[in-house]
Each structure stands twice: as structure tokens, then as C-alpha cells.
């Protein structure tokens, strides 16, 4: 059930993006991602040290209303001798820029790369 949570370093990107949706674990002091026992929110039963750990669909729900941001993970599949590859691309679409976010052997891969340039996309924004 971990692997459904963003990893720390993400979730801290999005803790300064101003992410505080109520999550089913956190990350403690030590990094350490809680097991889920219930919901979490910052100032609620969270630290301000702490940080929530939200899933990475959620996350993607989040940038999507907030943002207006959409996104799509790809499966390409190609065929060279007889022997047929897969890859997983990232779409990003916000009405202004349209963003591949290039090709990844997993899908998870993608769609961590998904999140990391979103998260680049809006903090531009505010500049």
C-alpha cells in the first residue's frame, strides 16, 4: 500500500505549493511514512514539522480543480525484431502548455515525473 503514496520529497513540494487535503498517512520528522489509522491534516493532528502523504491520485485530483491542470500517462508499445517494448509517456495539458514529459520504462516513473513537472509549472506561474 506504500508504493500509492507520493514519496517524501514530493509531498514536501507540495506542502510549500500550499497542498493541505485531508490524507490517510504523513511522513514524521524522520521521514518516516504512518501506516493509515485514520485521516490527517496539517494543523489538525499533524505537525507543522510533519507532512502530509497524500496518494498520487489524489494529488492529481488536486491539481486538476485547483489548477485546472490535466494530465494522461500513455503506454507505448513498439516492435522492433520480432520483440515488442513498452513505455509509459506523460501528458501534461493546462489549456496554455502542453507538456510531454518524456518516455519512463514504468508507470509509476511517469507518473512520479507527471507530478514533479506540474509542481514546476504552477510554481512558474507565481513568479
Do not use: H
Not at 489548477?67 to 516492435?79: A, L, M, P, Q
Not at 507518473?111 to 513568479?127: R, T
Amino acid at each position: 500500500m506504500n508504493n500509492e503514496f507520493v514519496s517524501y520529497e514530493i509531498a514536501l513540494k507540495l506542502k510549500e505549493l500550499g497542498f493541505k487535503e485531508q490524507c490517510f498517512s504523513f511522513y514524521d520528522i524522520e521521514k518516516k511514512l504512518y501506516a493509515s489509522e485514520g485521516y490527517y491534516k496539517i494543523g489538525y493532528n499533524v505537525l507543522n514539522e510533519e507532512v502530509i502523504a497524500p496518494l498520487y491520485q489524489q494529488v492529481f485530483r488536486w491539481f486538476r480543480n485547483k489548477y485546472g491542470i490535466d494530465f494522461s500517462i500513455n503506454t507505448i508499445y513498439s516492435r522492433y525484431n520480432e520483440n515488442t517494448s513498452k513505455k509509459y509517456s506523460g501528458v501534461i495539458d493546462n489549456k496554455t502548455v502542453f507538456t510531454n514529459v518524456g518516455f519512463y520504462d514504468t508507470y509509476e516513473e511517469a507518473q512520479k515525473e507527471c507530478i514533479l513537472n506540474l509542481i514546476s509549472i504552477i510554481k512558474n506561474q507565481k513568479k
